[in-house]
């Protein structure tokens, strides 16, 4: 009987880490199609863990850092930021183009695609303007 009452303890304590495990993986890393306008860029320069600046062959290393705001085909609409790759010349994004990507509920999964006007859903498109 207490070997069951353990068992059964143990058989929860899993089946909640699990639950969670799956909980966080679907919120950071399980992304859906949406759509957004870019936004004017801030440009940034790169650190080291140490706070120094970061440097390649002695030149600086600069990121663009976009708060985006983004909305699916049913017009669903969640803000999240997106970093462009470091480079010691970085190219921004073209300001009031329009973007598709796959994005999670904490950040962009998958690509960061240029599109037409067009291409975006009416109900997004309706969102986002």
Do not use: C
């Amino acid at each position: 009987m207490r070997k069951a009452i353990i068992g059964i303890i143990v058989l929860v304590i899993v089946a909640i880490g699990g639950f969670k495990v799956y909980s966080y993986w679907n919120s950071t890393y399980n992304g859906t199609t949406n759509y957004a306008i870019v936004p004017t860029a801030v440009k940034h320069k790169s650190k080291t863990d140490k706070g120094k600046d970061y440097k390649q062959n002695g030149q600086q290393v600069y990121y663009y850092e976009y708060d985006f705001k983004w909305a699916n085909a049913d017009g669903k609409t969640k803000s999240v930021s997106w970093e462009s790759a470091e480079s010691t010349n970085p190219t921004p994004l073209q300001a009031g183009s329009y973007v598709t990507a796959q994005v999670s509920a904490k950040r962009v999964t998958k690509g960061m695609k240029n599109i037409s006007k067009s291409e975006v859903p009416a109900k997004a498109l309706s969102a986002l303007e």
